[in-house]
């Protein structure tokens, strides 16, 4: 079993900055994708980034290109999600997810293993 437990959300104004953390512990091996997702209330949770274990694979849905940056520190069994030019319409809840293998996959039902989530809201 993987535990994952997001923290670093917030309110911000818009062009503002935060940094999404989510720590994993348990079974963790050399071999998990991890990603973010993120879901607006009244809206389907949509992918927004994933990684591979050593992180030198990463991808970034086209609207976040440029602001969002994912990254990871193994050595602390930490993940991270840089999210600059905050929008308004970035607000959400956003979950971190892994799963084993090393396809990054950007369908939701693909991951295994899901946090409890840290609402971002951005103001205008």
């Known amino acids: 079993q993987v535990q994952l437990v997001e923290s670093g959300g917030g309110l911000v104004q818009a062009g503002g900055s935060l940094r999404l953390s989510c720590a994993a512990s348990?079974?963790?091996?050399?071999?998990?994708?991890m990603g973010w997702f993120r879901q607006a209330p009244g809206k389907e949770r949509e992918f927004v980034a994933a990684?591979?274990?050593?992180?030198?694979?990463?991808y970034h849905i086209d609207s976040v290109k440029g602001r969002f940056t994912i990254s990871r520190d193994n050595a602390k069994n930490t993940m991270f999600l840089q999210i600059d030019s905050l929008r308004p319409e970035d607000t959400a809840v956003y979950y971190c997810?892994?799963?084993?293998?090393?396809?990054?996959?950007?369908?939701?039902?693909?991951?295994?293993?899901w946090g409890q989530g840290t609402q971002v809201t951005v103001s205008s």
């Open positions: 997810a892994a799963r084993s293998g090393v396809v990054l996959y950007t369908v939701y039902t693909a991951y295994d293993y």
């Open positions: 348990g079974q963790i091996y050399n071999s998990y994708v």
């Open positions: 990684i591979n274990w050593s992180g030198t694979s990463t």
